[in-house]
């Protein structure tokens, strides 16, 4: 594959060729899934925007980012230890599952992802193994009977589930994953005592996430730039930017690192002291009744970082952004309250809301 070259940053400076070899092989599927993550991110990188990917070369824009999180999860297996076996099954095929460890750190991705090939396990499970692990990554001192394997995270989840449930049929369920995926044997030990001890523990349920939808056009803001007051010249004029919208919010992203998004006037943000918003994926948030992942913005509270049993929160989890609930005061520094989850307006056709005369009628 052509390399790939990390400075380019606007249409401007694309080399015509490299774009134009790159969106050929990805037309013609040439090369690893890896190699394609690649250079679709390349391309969207120097200004080709998803749709424009999709209609060169079949690409649709939710597959764009499955392969290009996917090739840089491999890219981390590589650097961080994960068996030659694990890559080379991972490099051929299965970005689908690499893709639902993205949210691990790049040592945690390399045993989660030789953990996950060594049971052959599909997106789904690679999900529930994420984030048995990512969980289990908050403890400052490890649980009972249980070891820094990935696998000993995943039965301490199951373990704790089981205890849980009194349900038998889900309950047996529990503990078969749990032996399956215990790795050392104090761990087993404890799981296998659940055979025996029917005792269930009743656990606190967690808050109700404070998610808003976007629900109608007024909600959807449009940010213009000022220009400023009269009197002013033609050169004032045309140097104020092009201002681009970033869907499905849109983020308005100026000349350097800056970006701003609109959000309602809602009193939850009003009263606000200090709010920050932070693009996430939906799947990040346990929700019973998701039908679908989708982009959501968090809006987090900075002034707001006394631990309250009725929240959730942002939190330092070794190095990275997090977000957590907590029955008791976590050992976690808490980055500060969410307040505000919002998911895009739901648009069954947008180019129809495009013409006036469509919508005047």
Known sequence: MTELSPN?????????????????KLRQKQGS??????????LQKVGYNPQVIFEETGFEPIQQNQVIVGSQVYNSLEKFGASEATLAYYGARASDVLYEIRLLTQEERAAAADLIFLHKADADEARDIAKAIKDYSRFSTLPDGFTDHPGDAVAYQTWKLARQNSDLQERSRLIAKGLRFAHSLTARK????????FTTVSSRP?????IYRLESDEDLPRIVPVVGELPLTPQELKVVPLVTEIQPFRIIRFAGEQAWVALPGWQVLLSAEDPVVIIASSDIFPSPTQTKIEPILVVVDRAQRAWDVSSYFAIDNSGQVD??????????????KVIVILRPKKILDEEFTKDSWQIDE
């Open 8 to 24: 380019v940053q606007n249409t401007e400076e694309i080399d015509q060729n490299t774009a134009q070899e790159l969106l050929v």
């Open 206 to 210: 967690a808050p109700i996430l404070p």
């Open 190 to 197: 404890h799981i296998e005592q659940l055979l025996t001890d």
């Open 33 to 42: 899934w890896v190699e394609w993550g690649t250079a679709i991110a390349y």
């Open 323 to 336: 977000f957590n609930w907590f029955e008791t005061p976590p050992e976690n520094p808490l980055l500060g």
